[in-house]
């Protein structure tokens, strides 16, 4: 049996106006053929979870096609997605006949022109493949699954966890719901629904908080007979999609089974009468600064407004300038996106001192202010990612300098956004994250593994930027309405 194996990720963010180009996708993962299997095997990726139990399977050629991955950015423009359209086609083409597919996504993917690429990508893999050759698929907790997307292939199962930490074992459960696809040889039934729901990301954690309760409700599934998956989708806001909102996919034996039904519709219920328990004020740099003494350190302070993990630029001066105004006496360590002041550390050269303006590159947000710093350490190393997601893979932030400011924090300047939320980044610079009281974040959960025993307490703060926490703030134009909590006094209930 032949089974074709491609990805193409990416966390768009259709209120970043920087456009996702083949490059970004060359800076994170562009891999063909072998290499997949190469690179992919053993590591926390949804390919690599769905490659450790292929393996195990005897009769099974694996048929490795191509696997993409960007960090999040704005949309993809046209001429990359006709890019992945042409290599997805290619590959599976050459790879004929084909008994099944695997296809690693996000959900999330957008391109200027269309806004479900996902769907248009499988609608192409499935003409190149064939009636009847069934295509699962793997999606991000954050993606949207569209009703283009669900008529295109035959299975979809999501993340559990957030911060995400269960890739390979997402890309497990896709194989197992594919071999069952494959053994009824039709396609499975199932239950989809959507609420008119847009979450914020800061209280959605699937640990702890109404989420967990939530996970709770829908893994009663578990106990039913004939119920081969289920996912939950909470996509992330920065999406301005017409088919945005929560949404449950379940795929079973009978999709008019009243347990199932009733299960489904509890977690509905629950969401919706919950929704404000997702909704939390958070605070801005100012106060979290003056409460720091009394507050538990070290302690990671997460830049929502600009998180490059959802796709911020990660260049924002905002909690920089807040640092040099009210000079804190903890000690602070900043990560920001800035090639300009990359390049100029590096004409300066390592142990001089100099004026720098670091970040305010997108401008929109943030302003450059001067800070002068000495330049402490310089890298272009490969960045190892330890924990977490993509673990065992390996980030490229590109060149970049430790810049220690005299009455300010240290600075960590990258050229480009990359993983960054592994504590191996700061030790690729020989600086130890332990040493800091302070540890600015750039992404809003991912840290979390690699950090748990570096900080004793963590907070997301309300700060702009194309990640903005605010979502009644955000510019949408195209998601479906009424939406809560756009339209906060709207009603819904079961039909
Ligand atoms: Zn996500």
Known sequence: MRIYLAGICQESNTFCPRLTTVGNFKRGLWLQGNEILERLARTNTEIGGALSLLHLHGGVDIVPGMAAWAMASGPLTRATLEVFAAALIGSARNALPLDAAFVSFHGALVAEDEEDCEGFLLEQLGSVLGKGVPIVCTLDYHGVLTRRMLAAADGFVAYRTYPHVDLAETGQRAVRLLFERLSRGKPIPYIYRRLPLILPVDNTETSSGPMAD???????????????????????????????????????????????????????????????????????????????????????????????????????????????????????????????????????????????????????????????????????????IRTGAFAGLEGNPGRRAVLCSHHGPTLVVSEFTSPIHDPAFLRSLGLEPEGYELIIQKSHKLFKPGYQNIVRSSLSLNTPGFTDPNIRRLPYLRVPRPIFPLDCDMVWSLR
């Open 214 to 384: 939530a996970l709770q409700i829908l893994g009663r599934l578990d106990r039913l007979p004939k119920v081969y998956s289920w996912s939950l989708l909470c996509p992330h806001p920065w999406l301005d999609l017409s088919q945005h909102g929560v949404s449950v996919i379940v795929y079973l034996e009978n999709p008019k089974d009243t347990k199932a039904e009733q299960v489904i519709q509890h977690l509905q219920c629950f969401l919706w009468e919950n929704r404000l328990a997702f909704f939390q004020e958070l605070p801005d740099i100012g106060s979290v600064l003056d409460s720091l003494p009394s507050r538990l350190k070290p302690i990671a302070l997460v830049d929502s407004g600009d998180v490059i993990t959802a796709g911020g630029t990660g260049d924002s001066t905002v909690i920089l300038r807040a640092l040099l105004d009210r000079r804190p006496e903890a000690s602070c360590i900043l990560p920001i996106i800035d090639p300009q002041t990359v390049e100029l550390a590096f004409h300066v050269g390592k142990g001089q001192t100099s004026i720098f303006h670091p970040g305010g590159d997108s401008g929109s947000f943030s302003a450059r202010d001067p800070v002068e710093a000495k330049v402490c350490a310089l890298s272009n190393s490969i960045v190892p």
